[in-house]
């Protein structure tokens, strides 16, 4: 699986932007489908992710009512929809993917997630 991330930019507090992150092929091997975030000086976090099946959830706290995850099985797309953008939302955006089935209690770890795609900048001014 190769991924492909776009849709980052430069916003202003409260603008909405949305990511996409698009797959290559051998996608009946990927389980779960993630975002993370990296700010300058700051360890990668996660925000966002989405089993490919069934398409359940898994958000951090702080993107929660805000960010919202999803998938496009036909276009294998995954896209993270963020609104009510924060300046704490300033981070290169990388989207993930692993072969794991059972990621309930782990889909938040970065050592899971097997495949990286090239990160995306968002950028929120106040």
């Known amino acids: 699986v190769q991924l492909q991330a776009s849709g980052g930019g430069l916003v202003q507090t409260g603008d909405s932007l949305r990511l996409s992150c698009a797959a290559t092929?051998?996608?009946?091997?990927?389980?779960?489908m993630g975002w993370f975030r990296q700010a300058p000086g700051k360890e990668r976090e996660f925000v966002a992710a989405i089993t490919w099946r069934a398409g359940v959830t898994y958000y951090a706290d702080d993107v929660k009512g805000r960010f919202t995850i999803s998938r496009d099985k036909a276009k294998t797309t995954v896209l993270l929809q963020m609104n009510d953008l924060k300046s704490e939302d300033t981070a290169v955006y990388h989207c993930?993917?692993?072969?794991?089935?059972?990621?309930?209690?782990?889909?938040?770890?970065?050592?899971?997630?097997?495949?990286w795609g090239q990160g995306t900048q968002v950028t929120v001014s106040s």
């Open positions: 092929a051998r996608t009946f091997l990927t389980y779960t």
């Open positions: 993930a993917s692993t072969s794991q089935q059972y990621i309930r209690d782990t889909y938040y770890r970065d050592t899971i997630y097997d495949t």
